[in-house]
């Protein structure tokens, strides 16, 4: 039990992140509500809940969770696997991921980065706010952000850690700066890596990229052009979309619209 609670701890300040598995209602089996596992992104386990079989349908579902994080949620376990269901008689199983808060790191504390400060910090992510400007890079202009950093922004990015929880937006006030921030953040694991700017010039910085030799497979994974298009115009609708298709591509959304209305039925003809 203390080494579980340890890498449960360990977890949440910042080390890899860790599926916690805990036994709501035994249902019909003779088991004791409370019981807790943990599945490690390697699928190594710490304690049980009670059975080998429902470690087994926690960790054969671990992959999918750890890939696309979903809010803490009730699954019921059954000879099919987990499901979201009741089904009389079977285990209720709280599953969560936990992990250190994401963070959401604005490179570039313009107009649209203090923007994306606000919108993240609303949403619960650890802001972190750079730029190589001492009027721009000002704690009093984002009280949003958790840290500003003013630095230059490839030597402070090469010293960032960035990871599977980390989302970074690239916004800064050039091209220049934008591509030398780019070439320290690609192929780091990023769970969002996006840089604003028209087609043209982002297809030109992504070709340079091309040519230094930067993985294919690394350079389509970079968001350019940035965002979702919504018409955004102002700074903060700007920034609206980008952290709308941030939330699109971490929760598996697909942007259309939910707007909708049963067909009418036609009216008869009367006779």
Same mark, same amino acid.
């Given at each position: 039990?203390?080494?579980?609670?340890?890498?449960?701890?360990?977890?949440?300040?910042?080390?890899?992140?860790?599926?916690?598995?805990?036994?709501?209602?035994?249902?019909?089996?003779?088991?004791?509500?409370?019981?807790?596992?943990?599945?490690? /992104?390697?699928?190594?386990? +710490?304690?049980?809940?009670? @059975?080998?079989?429902? #470690?087994?349908?926690?960790?054969?579902?671990?992959?999918?969770?750890?890939?696309?994080?979903?809010?803490?949620?009730?699954?019921?376990?059954?000879?099919?696997?987990?499901?979201?269901?009741?089904?009389?008689?079977?285990?209720?199983?709280?599953?969560?991921?936990?992990?250190?808060?994401?963070?959401?790191?604005?490179?570039?504390?313009?107009? +649209?980065?203090?923007?994306?400060?606000?919108?993240?910090?609303?949403?619960?992510?650890?802001?972190?706010?750079?730029? #190589?400007?001492?009027?721009?890079?000002? /704690?009093?202009?984002?009280?949003?952000? #958790?840290?500003?950093?003013? #630095?230059?922004?490839?030597?402070?990015?090469?010293?960032?850690?960035?990871?599977?929880? @980390?989302?970074?937006?690239?916004? @800064?006030?050039?091209?220049?700066?934008?591509?030398?921030?780019?070439?320290?953040?690609?192929?780091?694991?990023?769970?969002?890596?996006?840089?604003?700017?028209?087609?043209?010039?982002?297809?030109?910085?992504?070709?340079?990229?091309?040519?230094?030799?930067?993985?294919?497979?690394?350079?389509?994974?970079?968001?350019?052009?940035?965002?979702?298009?919504?018409?955004?115009? @102002? /700074?903060?609708?700007?920034?609206?979309? +980008?952290?709308?298709?941030? +939330?699109?591509?971490?929760?598996?959304?697909?942007?259309?619209?939910?707007?909708?209305?049963?067909?009418?039925?036609?009216?008869?003809?009367?006779?």
């Amino acid at each position: 039990m203390l080494e579980l609670t340890e890498r449960l701890l360990r977890a949440a300040e910042g080390s890899d992140p860790v599926l916690l598995a805990v036994l709501v209602d035994p249902g019909s089996l003779q088991l004791s509500p409370g019981a807790r596992l943990l599945v490690e /992104p390697t699928g190594a386990t +710490i304690g049980t809940l009670g @059975t080998a079989a429902l #470690d087994a349908a926690v960790a054969a579902a671990a992959p999918h969770l750890f890939a696309r994080p979903p809010l803490p949620h009730t699954r019921y376990a059954t000879p099919d696997g987990l499901i979201e269901r009741t089904v009389e008689g079977a285990p209720a199983i709280y599953l969560e991921i936990v992990a250190a808060r994401p963070t959401f790191l604005v490179v570039g504390a313009g107009h +649209i980065g203090r923007a994306l400060a606000r919108l993240a910090n609303f949403l619960g992510y650890r802001v972190v706010v750079l730029d #190589d400007r001492p009027d721009y890079a000002d /704690p009093q202009l984002i009280p949003e952000a #958790d840290d500003v950093i003013c #630095d230059d922004f490839e030597a402070a990015l090469e010293r960032f850690p960035i990871g599977p929880t @980390t989302t970074i937006v690239l916004v @800064t006030r050039g091209h220049k700066q934008d591509e030398l921030s780019l070439r320290k953040c690609i192929g780091r694991g990023a769970a969002y890596l996006g840089m604003i700017g028209s087609r043209r010039r982002t297809s030109t910085v992504l070709q340079h990229l091309r040519d230094e030799g930067f993985p294919e497979e690394e350079l389509d994974r970079v968001r350019t052009p940035i965002g979702l298009d919504i018409g955004a115009e @102002t /700074p903060e609708e700007i920034a609206i979309s +980008i952290v709308a298709e941030v +939330i699109l591509l971490r929760r598996g959304g697909t942007g259309t619209p939910m707007y909708y209305r049963p067909r009418k039925r036609p009216t008869p003809a009367r006779s």
